[in-house]
């Protein structure tokens, strides 16, 4: 099993809604990533889990609340967004993650994303 | 000046062409992907290279490291293949953290 599972493919929203996007792997990756990607741009690095604990989070608004429950998953929750969160999010995964320096982190594997849109 | 450039942004191919993607960057690198991405859809990994030149079915990727230059060529080019091609790229400092390049947008015509 290589994939990324994504859940739910498209969510809208308002801006007063707390929902949760979802992310599952069972390749047995230990480092799992949230990539935020607006129209015709690369995407952007949110956040970074390593072997379950928090190891980066790119100054994103506290709007934006990452939990990795296990080794297998991993949720971004959203509460009182703004339109300008609108955009596809993707969760990717790899072998291990080595922060602040090393000889790789191996090959990323990424899901389908997620399309919000937030009204 | 971006430290990862690909050229060019936009490519228009004949079924069956031969096409080359060209990554150029500016930082010591401990790994460099080519990544394809269908309109409305997620990314899939096609090659993670150090070095070196690596082949996949219809697809090969190259690296000069002396140059800081990566290539990415598709033979006998289909209209499946029509995509956004993005370079990104892992420094030597950077850890987890992957530098993008803009994008090539690749359309390949029947």
């Known amino acids: 099993d290589t994939e990324v599972t994504q859940t739910p493919k498209h969510l809208v929203m308002g801006m007063t809604n707390k929902k949760s996007l979802k992310c599952e792997q069972h390749?047995?990756?230990?480092?799992m990533y949230w990539y935020k990607q607006k129209a015709k741009k690369p995407p952007e690095l949110m956040f970074v889990y390593s072997y379950e604990k928090l190891s980066i989070n790119e100054s994103v608004p506290s709007r934006f609340s990452p939990e990795c429950p296990n080794s297998s998953l991993l949720n971004l929750h959203l509460h009182a967004l703004q339109p300008e969160d609108s955009a596809l999010y993707l969760c990717?995964?790899?072998?291990?993650?080595?922060?602040?320096?090393?000889?790789?982190?191996?090959?990323?594997?990424f899901g389908e994303g997620s399309r919000l849109t937030v009204l | 000046k971006n430290e990862v450039e690909q050229s060019p942004q936009n490519l228009t191919a004949q079924e069956g062409e031969f096409i080359t993607i060209n990554c150029s960057y500016s930082?010591?690198?401990?790994?460099l992907h080519w990544l394809q991405q269908h309109p409305g859809g997620g990314i899939v990994s096609l090659f993670m290279?150090?070095?070196g030149k690596k082949k996949h079915g219809r697809l090969i990727a190259t690296i000069n490291i002396q140059e800081k230059h990566s290539s990415l060529h598709i033979t006998a080019s289909h209209p499946r293949d029509s995509a956004v091609y993005i370079c990104a790229v892992r420094s030597e400092t950077s850890g987890s953290r992957l530098t993008f390049g803009e994008g090539t947008q690749l359309t390949v015509n029947p």
């Open positions: 390749m047995g990756h230990r480092a």
């Open positions: 930082v010591g690198i401990s790994a």
């Open positions: 290279l150090s070095s």
């Open positions: 990717a995964s790899s072998q291990n993650a080595l922060v602040g320096g090393g000889i790789g982190t191996g090959e990323l594997f």
